[in-house]
């Protein structure tokens, strides 16, 4: 019997996330069919911009589908996914998938994996995710008929846009007096140390910066840029930055579309986090750094000289 992966399309102001191309991935490495679950509001172009991405897309339209409420979007994936049983529904790690995942495991009696940065089947879906502060890698196989798991951002290459899937608009099984939460408000929030991977831009900083005061020219430039501080394993075990900054191996993936890093000599564990980013563009004063070979433009020169100077041609 085939095997048919769902992923539950995010979307925000009638615009797909880029994170669905991951997702479509993640679905595509472990099934035989890739289908993406749509639920908007009616009128929207979400399922044609996820097609290109997916075998199927399974649009569900209903006025009270936006904005987003788990409980309503809940009740018109379990309706959908006890009609045609798929084998796993994958989400982000992001507020979506952290917040619908354990409602959809809940009403489906499912197997719930969290944050997985592998996926692979065997016998059942196999998750693999950080533990213990991400100093070791749990591997775990849900066994439910039907298993839930939330994709950490970026751990996933996303797929290229390919001939687009068909698109087959179902009836909603929705009954939203019924549902036990209502949207009240959005308020958008500034874009906060938190966002790591969500950010366009992240500047991570390495132990070459020296003590954590000098730390702050990283702060700096991410600010000027509009973006977030990251950072490596060293500056996080001297305490400089709070862990959940470590990027690599033992931290957290990033795939910004820029990537700068300061003072970092680019060891593998730190690479396997960050190498995937669209430009990567590394400072370090040794021309001999490993970094160079990731970085696609590089400064061999002293940081402490660059940042500033970076900083001034910002302002001007
Ligand atoms: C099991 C395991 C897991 C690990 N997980 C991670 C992980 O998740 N993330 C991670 O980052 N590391 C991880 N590491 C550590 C990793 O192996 C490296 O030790 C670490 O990435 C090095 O950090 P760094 O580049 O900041 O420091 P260093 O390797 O010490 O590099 C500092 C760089 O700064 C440059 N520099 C110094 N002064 C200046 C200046 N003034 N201007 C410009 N450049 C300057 C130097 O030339 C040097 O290249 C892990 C290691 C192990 C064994």
């Given at each position: 019997?085939?095997?048919?992966i769902?992923?539950?399309?995010?979307?925000?102001?009638?615009?797909?996330?880029?994170?669905?191309a991951?997702?479509?991935?993640?679905a595509r490495?472990?099934?035989d069919?890739?289908?993406?679950?749509?639920?908007?509001?009616?009128?929207?172009?979400?399922?044609?911009?996820?097609a290109p991405f997916?075998?199927?897309?399974?649009?569900?339209?209903?006025?009270?589908?936006?904005?987003y409420?788990?409980?309503?979007w809940?009740?018109?994936?379990v309706a959908?996914?006890?009609?045609?049983?798929?084998?796993a529904?994958?989400?982000p790690?992001?507020?979506?998938?952290?917040d619908?995942?354990?409602?959809l495991?809940?009403?489906?009696?499912a197997?719930?994996?969290?944050?997985?940065?592998?996926?692979?089947?065997?016998?059942?879906?196999v998750?693999k995710?950080?533990?213990?502060?991400?100093?070791?890698v749990?591997?775990?196989r849900v066994?439910?008929?039907?298993?839930?798991a939330?994709?950490?951002?970026a751990?996933?290459?996303a797929?290229?846009?390919?001939?687009?899937?068909t698109v087959?608009t179902?009836?909603?099984?929705?009954?939203?007096e019924?549902?036990r939460t209502?949207?009240?408000?959005?308020?958008?929030?500034?874009?906060g140390?938190?966002n790591i991977?969500?950010?366009d831009?992240?500047?991570?900083?390495?132990?070459?910066?020296?003590?954590?005061?000098?730390?702050?020219?990283?702060?700096?430039?991410?600010?000027?840029?509009?973006?977030?501080?990251?950072?490596?394993?060293?500056v996080v075990?001297q305490?400089?930055?709070?862990?959940?900054?470590?990027?690599?191996s033992s931290?957290?993936t990033?795939?910004?579309?820029?990537?700068f890093?300061?003072?970092?000599?680019g060891?593998?564990q730190h690479v396997?986090?960050m190498?995937e980013?669209d430009?990567?563009v590394?400072i370090?004063?040794?021309?001999?750094?490993?970094?160079f070979e990731?970085?696609?433009?590089?400064?061999a020169?002293?940081l402490?000289?660059?940042?500033?100077?970076?900083?001034?041609?910002?302002?001007?």
């Amino acid at each position: 019997m085939s095997r048919s992966i769902w992923f539950v399309a995010e979307h925000q102001d009638g615009q797909l996330h880029r994170g669905a191309a991951e997702l479509a991935a993640a679905a595509r490495a472990v099934g035989d069919e890739t289908v993406a679950v749509v639920c908007s509001a009616p009128g929207g172009t979400v399922a044609q911009q996820v097609a290109p991405f997916a075998d199927r897309v399974l649009l569900v339209e209903d006025p009270s589908l936006e904005p987003y409420t788990a409980g309503i979007w809940a009740q018109a994936v379990v309706a959908l996914a006890k009609e045609h049983a798929p084998a796993a529904i994958l989400l982000p790690h992001a507020p979506l998938g952290r917040d619908l995942g354990p409602v959809l495991a809940a009403r489906l009696e499912a197997g719930l994996m969290t944050d997985c940065i592998a996926l692979e089947w065997d016998e059942g879906l196999v998750g693999k995710r950080s533990v213990l502060r991400r100093k070791l890698v749990a591997r775990e196989r849900v066994t439910t008929s039907i298993a839930v798991a939330t994709c950490q951002r970026a751990a996933f290459s996303a797929v290229a846009a390919g001939e687009p899937g068909t698109v087959e608009t179902v009836e909603p099984s929705i009954d939203a007096e019924a549902a036990r939460t209502r949207f009240v408000a959005m308020e958008r929030a500034e874009m906060g140390e938190e966002n790591i991977t969500e950010a366009d831009v992240v500047v991570a900083g390495g132990r070459g910066l020296g003590d954590a005061e000098k730390f702050g020219v990283v702060q700096d430039l991410a600010a000027a840029l509009g973006g977030v501080m990251g950072a490596s394993r060293p500056v996080v075990d001297q305490g400089w930055v709070a862990h959940d900054r470590q990027i690599g191996s033992s931290g957290i993936t990033v795939r910004p579309k820029l990537y700068f890093a300061l003072g970092i000599s680019g060891a593998v564990q730190h690479v396997v986090g960050m190498r995937e980013s669209d430009v990567i563009v590394a400072i370090n004063k040794d021309p001999q750094a490993p970094i160079f070979e990731y970085a696609h433009y590089g400064i061999a020169d002293d940081l402490f000289k660059v940042v500033p100077a970076l900083l001034a041609e910002l302002e001007s």
